[in-house]
């Protein structure tokens, strides 16, 4: 599967952005999808997951609250709605897929996923 994101930009702290996640090869549905990011000088870091089935979501601790992830089957798109925007947001994002062996499993580590899009940069003026 091929994923493809966009949706960065620059945002004032308080702001919004809504990244988006396309995927194509693939059956989208067997696939669960992820949001990850790297700020300069950081490791990759889990952000939030959704399960094939998009019946189960995950956020880390930093984005509850303030994001929310979301897929649409129909458009082979995951979204991440990302609300009050904070300058220590600022990084990468980058989208990635994996299909575990049950629709309902929501991975949260980088190597679990097999897929990666090239990343969308954020950046979050104070």
């Known amino acids: 599967v091929q994923l493809q994101a966009s949706g960065g930009g620059l945002a004032q702290a308080g702001g919004s952005l809504r990244l988006s996640c396309a995927a194509s090869?693939?059956?989208?549905?067997?696939?669960?999808m992820g949001w990850f990011r790297q700020a300069p000088g950081k490791e990759r870091e889990f952000v939030a997951g959704?399960?094939?089935?998009?019946?189960?979501?995950y956020l880390e601790d930093f984005a509850k609250g303030r994001f929310i992830i979301s897929r649409d089957s129909a458009k082979s798109t995951v979204y991440l709605q990302m609300n009050d925007l904070k300058p220590e947001d600022t990084a990468v994002y980058y989208c990635?897929?994996?299909?575990?062996?049950?629709?309902?499993?929501?991975?949260?580590?980088?190597?679990?996923?097999?897929?990666w899009g090239q990343g969308t940069l954020v950046t979050v003026s104070s």
């Open positions: 090869g693939g059956t989208f549905s067997t696939y669960s």
């Open positions: 990635a897929a994996d299909q575990p062996p049950l629709g309902s499993i929501v991975p949260v580590f980088a190597s679990h996923y097999d897929y």
């Open positions: 959704i399960s094939s089935s998009g019946s189960n979501t």
